[in-house]
């Protein structure tokens, strides 16, 4: 093989990898999870912790907990209502 065939082909091989190589050295960044919890029928006091943590040790995710601490069956959640507060929470 001579040298102009040799030094195509690497660079070919090169521009080919390029991409590839780029996209394994990038970070990718965290996804944002929003869990919103209150209500009856199920601890969520305790739940939402353990959601938290093992949603970020399974995935490149960060968890904000939104928690209504109210045992009722239809707990006012002001997130739900408010697009301030919604965006407040979500940045």
Request: with cysteine; hydrophobic share 45%.
């Amino acid at each position: 093989m001579d040298t102009r065939t040799t030094l195509f082909l690497t660079a070919a091989l090169a521009l080919t990898l390029a991409p590839e190589r780029a996209a394994w050295a990038a970070t990718p960044q965290p996804l944002k999870v929003m869990l919103i919890a209150g209500g009856c029928c199920h601890d969520y006091a305790t739940q939402k912790d353990l959601l938290k943590k093992g949603i970020e040790a399974r995935a490149n995710a960060v968890v904000d907990i939104v928690f209504i601490d109210d045992d009722s069956t239809r707990p006012k959640l002001p997130i739900l209502g408010s697009p301030t507060m919604r965006r407040a929470m979500m940045s």
